[in-house]
């Protein structure tokens, strides 16, 4: 342990910490643009300048270590004036017109520059060149806004192991961005977002669809359903000022009726459909691998989450063959809502606008893939981020703090518990197993409270085995099997995993999310996202599987009924059909 | 030496890990063969590139001198060269591109026969320097790091070249010419076939 001194205040900290985590450790906030928590300081914006007795300089609390006996000032004239100065220049290069940026009110400059009490603009003079990158359907770059801290290009880079943005060219002229100025779509971007949740301005956004939404909404032609994913009802009302994982589910329901959506629908009911598909999948393949002896792609890798799918496109091609072929709630939602609910309802398809809110930006890029029309039309119209979904609530002038609890619309409504946690890492790993060791064996998971905890929250990545004894005949061949799972979230976790297993380890099934957390991090949610908030968004996601009397994707009864009328049963020609996908080698 | 002889030892030097030998020999061996002033096939360089590149690939911090190297290997950092790089050193394509835009030395543009270098050190700078580069540009209608559409020359800033008493410098290729006039600049290019 190593004390020092902040403020007169001593410290006792762990050797190697630096003075920015001295100073949290005792309470005391030093404002940063750059840093990104559990990962290498950058000490890129220079905003986090502390005093040091003896030091000859003021130095950057976030790069330097916090040595025995130091004594440190945060709150100093001298202190102030000069992260002052840092913000100052800072605003001097920053293209920002903050009346009509999307993140006024939500900027991390515009806080501090307020904070400080800047009320001009010290440094008039050049300004960045303004150069907008739309080229991808779900993040917009705009380089003029951006103020160089590099968070994005940490996420990218380090966490998310892809390495689509880089710092480029030097000074004045520098930007942060693809290799030699291209476009988004030009490289290996899997449009997971994390960067546009990350940056503390408005220089990496979501494109926004709400103008599409509000135009169909507001045309007496379209039928609009709306569906909303598990993770959006333990974030949305982080925007409304709750306490991070607060479950504000009813009146999510009840907002979305208000703003003029035809029908409230539920991901969830399509994550239990998933669970449905992916699961026989899964028995499928062991089967095949283990009784008919067929060369099958082993270990069977969810699809749940569109970034994650790019991210293999592009990085792992060879093993497209072991992801399951099974399309995301989202798309499952938007096929089955043009056909099997168009028919049940007698609404023309082609009137039907099907509308997700989502905690994912990848989810904006994945409505767009040309192969997502097996309904006949694109089958997934609009995704609205968690973001966008509040900025709607806010343009239309309902107080969400006051609505009353709603309740979503049937046949598309209900989901189970299982399926809520899909919005948690190792949540779909939990939901499928829940199902299958029942179909397998005909008892419940064996497990406390049906938690499959060694697979459940923050750690990277996540193994667990699970013994399968007292099978039903049908089953016979799995008995005193071992069954080992793993999984991981943030891509960069992914590719550790991937990398054991061609090593040799061995695996049935593994579960990918693609943010950090699982989709309660996703890049779509309200900002600013710790591991504390994900924490607590996991939480509320697990109170609400809890406190359903339903908690098996097999035993809803819309799940029931939409087999018996409509799909016939799992992996029928029918859910091949709408429910299936396939993927293609981007490298 | 022979190539062969030179291919022998590289898979010699591989066995034993000694992959810092291996980037000198390749050094040594692009010196030589560019000496041997034929045209070396571009497929030949690459091949070179990925000997290369394959003999740093375990190295921390690799990235720069296999730049370096291949700079020298073909005159300028072909896009393809590029992302052979990217891929073999296993660092994302943008990082190398933010690696080469940050360092001036490194060009992604052929460069001409013959380098035009002015100074622009303190001393070549207060004696017309400023004037001399700009009557450079006029003269071969190129900007600072062009190269003229005919590959004959290229034009570069130098800082000091260390010939302060002769100020102002101009260098084209390893030939140094002194006190030069902007009214001269034409004279002196055309002396270069």
Redesign the interface.
């Known amino acids: 342990m190593t004390t020092v001194y902040i403020n007169k205040q001593a410290v006792e900290i762990s050797e190697g910490s630096t003075i920015f985590d001295a100073a949290a450790k005792a309470g005391i906030r030093i404002p940063t643009l750059c840093h990104v928590e559990n990962q290498f300081p950058k000490g890129a914006c220079r905003v986090c300048m502390v005093d040091v007795e003896g030091a000859r300089n003021m130095v950057a609390s976030c790069t330097t270590p916090a040595l025995e006996g130091m004594k440190i000032t945060t709150n100093s004239k001298n202190v102030r004036e000069a992260r002052k100065f840092v913000v100052e220049l800072l605003i001097s290069e920053h293209c920002g017109e903050c009346k009509t940026c999307v993140r006024n009110e939500d900027c991390e400059l515009q806080q501090l520059a307020t904070e400080m009490g800047i009320m001009e603009i010290a440094f008039p003079g050049e300004t960045l060149k303004t150069f907008i990158d739309d080229s991808t359907p779900a993040l917009v770059r705009d380089s003029g806004k951006c103020i160089k801290c590099r968070r994005c290009m940490t996420v990218c880079?380090e966490i998310q192991g892809?390495?689509?943005?880089?710092?480029?060219?030097?000074g004045f002229d520098s930007k942060i961005?693809?290799?030699?100025d291209q476009h988004l779509d030009g490289?290996m971007c899997v449009q997971c977002g994390q960067c546009a949740a990350i940056c503390p301005v408005g220089a990496i956004t979501e494109k926004e669809h709400i103008d599409f939404v509000w135009e169909a909404i507001e045309d007496p032609k379209k039928f609009v359903v709306v569906q909303t994913a598990p993770a959006i009802r333990a974030a949305l009302g982080e925007c409304f000022g709750y306490e991070p994982g607060t479950r504000v589910t009813g009146k999510m329901v009840s907002a979305l009726r208000l703003l003029g959506f035809d029908r409230v629908f539920d991901t969830n009911f399509t994550a239990d459909l998933t669970i449905m598909e992916e699961g026989t999948e899964l028995l499928t393949r062991l089967k095949k691998a283990l009784v008919d002896k067929q060369q099958v792609a082993l270990p069977q890798f969810t699809s749940c989450s569109p970034g994650w799918i790019k991210y293999a496109e592009y990085f792992y091609p060879e093993i497209l063959d072991n992801i399951s072929s099974c399309k995301s709630p989202q798309q499952m939602f938007g096929a089955v809502a043009k056909t099997y609910y168009a028919k049940k309802a007698g609404v023309d398809p082609k009137d039907i606008v099907v509308v997700s809110v989502m905690p994912c930006t990848a989810k904006k890029f994945e409505c767009q893939r040309p192969e997502m029309n097996d309904s006949g039309f694109q089958d997934v119209d609009y995704v609205l981020t968690t973001r966008e979904l509040a900025r709607m609530i806010k343009q239309s002038g309902i107080e969400f703090r006051n609505l009353e609890d709603g309740v979503m619309d049937s046949p598309m409504g209900s989901g189970s518990g299982a399926a809520d946690i899909f919005a948690n890492t190792g949540g779909v790993m939990e939901a499928a197993l829940r199902t299958a060791y029942q179909i397998v064996t005909g008892r419940e998971l064996p497990v406390a409270n049906l938690h499959l905890q060694p697979v459940a929250g923050l750690e990277g990545v996540k193994k667990a085995s699970l013994k399968i004894e007292g099978c039903l005949p049908a089953w016979s061949f799995l008995e005193g099997v071992e069954l080992k799972v793993g999984v991981a979230h943030g891509l960069g976790n992914a590719k550790k995993i991937i990398e054991a297993m061609r090593a040799g380890e061995e695996f049935h099934f593994i579960e990918i999310m693609t943010c950090p957390g699982g989709c309660i991090g996703g890049g779509g949610q309200p900002r600013f996202t710790t591991n504390e908030i994900r924490n607590k968004r996991i939480g509320a996601i697990y109170a609400e599987d809890e406190g359903k009397q339903l908690r098996k994707s097999h035993e809803n009864p819309e799940i029931i009924q939409i087999y018996e009328e409509f799909l016939k049963q799992p992996l029928s020609h029918l859910s091949h059909e709408l429910l299936h996908t396939k993927y293609f080698d981007r490298n | 030496m022979s190539t062969p002889a030179f291919d022998y030892l590289f898979v010699f030097f591989e066995k034993l890990n000694l992959y810092h030998t291996i980037f000198i020999m390749t050094e040594l061996k692009t010196e030589m063969t560019s000496c041997n002033c034929g045209e070396i096939q571009e497929e030949e360089l690459y091949e070179r590139l990925k000997i290369i590149v394959k003999s740093q690939r375990t190295i921390p911090g690799a990235l720069i001198p296999v730049l370096q190297t291949t700079q020298n290997l073909f005159g300028y950092l072909p896009e393809k060269a590029l992302r052979i790089i990217s891929k073999e050193l296993k660092k994302p394509y943008s990082e190398v591109a933010g690696v080469v835009g940050f360092y001036s030395y490194f060009s992604t543009t052929p460069k001409g026969k013959y380098t035009v270098r002015v100074c622009l050190g303190t001393a070549c700078y207060v004696r017309g320097g400023q004037d001399v580069l700009k009557a450079l540009q006029k003269e071969l209608n190129i900007g600072i790091g062009g190269t003229t559409p005919d590959k004959k020359f290229s034009l570069e800033v130098g800082r000091c070249f260390g010939a302060c008493g002769l100020a102002p410098v101009v260098m084209v290729g390893d030939q140094t010419f002194q006190r030069v006039k902007p009214t001269g600049v034409g004279e002196i290019l055309n002396s270069f076939e």
């Not at chain 1, 892809?162 to 060219?169: C, E, I, N």
């Open positions: 880079n892809v390495g689509s943005l880089f710092a480029q060219g030097r961005g693809p290799a030699f490289v």
